[in-house]
């Protein structure tokens, strides 16, 4: 149980970075939400996940592009809860495109989102983990942070370029109590994904059925899409005190995709 403790989850306002920052919830700890989206929906969110829970559910609108933002956010939850003893980082972006027609401003965006803002949110949760000697930092990567497909120049650098940050943290705190890993899904129907469906239909001019089986799921040996009940349980066993000696790791959760 998490309970007294809290955490922070970027971009949880859908998707993965929901249903982790939901888990944490039921699971006692507070949680700060973050992420872009309609205000009042995003308020409805926030308010029955706190009814449900009977934790204190704040939000953050902060950008994840933007430093200043990400510092005033953990400076935020920390006065707001006390403290942040679980950092998410989860926001991220994509963009399709062959590498020599890849918009130069899509690649700085990707960069500043999927890689840069976990530095940021990293560094300025760290102290205070330290001063408890406490905490647990998750990264959400990819199976993109392994291997690469081809059109991703931005989002496989950046998610691979997370794995080295997740690593290094986590040699940097590897005698206090907080420990730094990433966690590398296959694919999940999130509307990201559901994104990349609707663009493949109209580009191969199939139908969406067509694509997720020819081409998502081609990649993902056992055929299914990741749940979000699967990654958030892990979580909360990253969380859990019997994880104090995983550290350093990305962990693969992608049906097989990175074993061929
Ligand atoms: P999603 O599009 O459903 O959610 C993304 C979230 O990030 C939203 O809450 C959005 O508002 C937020 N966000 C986007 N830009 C932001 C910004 N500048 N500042 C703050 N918040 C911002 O996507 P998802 O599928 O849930 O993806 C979440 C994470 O999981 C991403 O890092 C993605 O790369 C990773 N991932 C997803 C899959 C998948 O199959 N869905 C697979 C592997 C990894």
Redesign the pocket.
């Given at each position: 149980m998490l309970k007294g403790l809290s955490a922070i989850v970027?971009?949880?306002?859908?998707?993965?970075?929901?249903g982790i920052a939901e888990a944490l919830a039921r699971d006692g700890a507070k949680v700060m939400l973050?992420?872009?989206?309609e205000a009042s929906q995003i308020e409805r969110q926030r308010a029955q996940l706190q009814a449900e829970t009977g934790v204190q559910i704040a939000y953050s609108a902060?950008?994840?592009?933007q430093p200043e933002q990400i510092r005033r956010m953990v400076v935020e939850a920390e006065q707001l809860f006390g403290a942040v003893d679980i950092l998410v980082n989860?926001?991220?972006?994509?963009f399709i495109a062959p590498v020599e027609e890849f918009p130069d401003e899509k690649w700085a965006q990707i960069l500043a989102?999927?890689l840069t803002s976990n530095f940021h949110a990293i560094k300025a949760a760290l102290p205070g983990m330290k001063r408890r000697n406490r905490g647990r930092i998750i990264n959400?990567?990819?199976?993109?942070g392994l291997i690469a497909s081809p059109f991703k120049s931005a989002y496989v650098a950046a998610?691979h370029g997370t794995l080295g940050l997740t690593k290094t943290v986590a040699l940097e705190v590897a005698e206090t109590g907080i420990t730094c890993n990433a966690i590398c899904?296959?694919?999940?129907r999130?509307?990201?994904?559901e994104g990349q469906i609707k663009e493949q239909a109209r580009a191969h001019r199939m139908s969406e059925q067509q694509v997720i089986e020819a081409v998502i799921l081609a990649s993902q040996p056992n055929k299914r899409f990741v749940s979000l009940q699967e990654l958030a349980d892990l979580v909360l066993f990253l969380c859990s005190d019997s994880a104090i000696s995983i550290t350093g790791a990305a962990l693969p959760m992608d049906g097989g995709w990175t074993a061929r």
């Open positions: 970027t971009g949880s306002t859908s998707g993965i970075g929901l973050n992420g872009f989206g902060a950008d994840m592009a989860n926001a991220g972006i994509q989102i999927n959400i990567a990819s199976a993109h998610k899904p296959g694919y999940v999130t509307p990201l994904v």
